[in-house]
């Protein structure tokens, strides 16, 4: 028998992003998850994260257009984050959290470790 209260990737995606402290310091507002090649990297946007771009600080309007902004950047972002591993991305997204103090959401990617030149599975 199938369970109909079974969570989607999103419900999951949304619970493991808890794991971001919703603090105001860019530098510390990360997670990530190592599984054999794999790493799940999850990291967090504060007012410090879209500073110089123009908005209010949280909690005085422009949420939809910061939310928009964040979802935007988010490809290239990750994209340099798995690069600086070197790693590339299997999956990637944004998760908004209207209920944090600090936190906007938090952008989130599946790294998988980049094939080493020169070396296969069959060797």
């Known amino acids: 028998m ?4 079974r969570p ?7 619970l493991v992003a ?3 402290p ?15 090649d794999r790493t799940l990297w999850l ?7 879209i500073a ?4 209010p600080p949280k909690g005085r309007g422009a949420l939809e257009e910061k939310l928009n902004y964040i979802n935007k950047v988010t490809p290239e972002f990750l994209r340099k984050r798995a690069a600086d591993r070197e790693m590339t991305i299997e ?5 908004p959290l209207k209920d944090k103090e600090h936190l906007y959401g938090v952008s989130w990617a599946v ?3 980049k094939p080493q030149k020169g070396h296969s599975d069959a060797e």
């Open 43 to 49: 990291e967090g946007w504060c007012d410090g994260c």
């Open 52 to 55: 110089g771009m123009g908005f």
């Open 2 to 5: 199938r369970n109909q209260n």
């Open 22 to 36: 919703d603090i105001p310091q860019p530098s510390e507002i990360f997670a990530e998850i190592e599984a054999g």
């Open 18 to 20: 808890e794991l971001v």
């Open 91 to 95: 999956w990637s997204g944004f998760i």
């Open 111 to 113: 790294f998988t470790k």
């Open 8 to 14: 989607t990737h999103e419900d999951i995606l949304a």
